[in-house]
């Protein structure tokens, strides 16, 4: 199971976790300077992943489904119902009360989303080219 996040959203929630992890950290003064660190901008290279993913597995043997969907109300049930079908446990109703491993609360300045969406435009050109009308709409907006 592969599970893509919008690519500015996982960025940013990335930089908000280092800082959990790393006290000090200010993510809002290494917006820019970390699209430069390998380790965030692979966890991002969904082309990449999937091309290794794939020179690995057969196509039945791969399930991609995108993380908006999971909290999307009229889509999370039928993610999670094809989710657990391909690895073949039964659906439960999910209940989304808690939150896990949640990161600071901290909105990405509007002024830095264009150069971050530029940044990744390979990334979201390549996902809407693959999965098209199933790439979440948000995705494709700024």
Not at 124 to 136: K, L, S
Request: negative net charge; contains cysteine; glycine residues 2%.
């Amino acid at each position: 199971v592969f599970l893509m996040r919008d690519p500015v959203s996982r960025y940013w929630s990335h930089l908000r976790f280092h800082q959990m992890m790393n006290p000090g950290f200010e993510p809002l003064d290494h917006v820019e300077s970390f699209l430069e660190n390998q380790d965030f901008w692979e966890r991002t290279d969904y082309r990449k992943t999937i091309q290794e993913l794939e020179s690995v597995f057969q196509a039945e043997d791969i399930c991609y489904a995108f993380y908006e969907h999971l909290f999307s109300e009229n889509k999370h049930a039928r993610t999670l119902k094809t989710i657990t079908a391909f690895i073949d446990v039964e659906y439960r109703e999910a209940t989304f009360k808690k939150a896990v491993n949640q990161s600071i609360a901290l909105d990405l300045p509007k002024e830095k989303t264009p150069l971050l969406r530029d940044a990744f435009s390979p990334i979201y050109n390549f996902v809407e080219d693959r999965f098209g009308t199933a790439v979440p709409e948000n995705w494709l907006t700024d």
